[in-house]
């Protein structure tokens, strides 16, 4: 089972970048797949979360309005379009899953994760 986050880069502010996050040895329609990242310094935050049952949709304050997650079933694949990027959004990115749903509150109840890519956006 492994999870591979990918589409990090660097953009200027106002930018836009798609993640990826590709699943192997799973399928995710039995699980929610969360974005999350962490700036340097900084606790690991949750950013969106996509549930598998139901396709629901949830976002944190940061991006509502900005991000747009989604997935393809074709490819157990969840992506993250990140539009209007702002430097204050310069972290690493990890995708996660839960079988618990879109509670980010707790990030254990996530026990598997990807290794993050790193989004930097210059100002």
């Known amino acids: 089972v492994q999870l591979q986050a990918s589409g990090g880069g660097l953009v200027q502010a106002g930018g836009s970048l798609r993640l990826s996050c590709a699943a192997s040895?799973?399928?995710?329609?039995?699980?929610?797949t969360g974005w999350f990242r962490q700036a340097p310094g900084k606790e690991r935050e949750g950013v969106s979360c996509i549930r598998g049952t139901d396709g629901s949709t949830y976002y944190a304050d940061s991006g509502k309005s900005r991000f747009t997650i989604s997935r393809d079933n074709t490819k157990d694949t969840v992506y993250l379009q990140m539009n209007s990027l702002r430097p204050g959004d310069t972290a690493v990115y990890y995708c996660?899953?839960?079988?618990?749903?879109?509670?980010?509150?707790?990030?254990?109840?996530?026990?598997?994760w990807g290794k993050g890519t790193l989004v930097t956006v210059s100002s």
């Open positions: 996660a899953i839960s079988p618990f749903g879109c509670d980010w509150s707790d990030l254990s109840l996530f026990g598997r």
């Open positions: 040895g799973l399928t995710l329609d039995y699980y929610a």
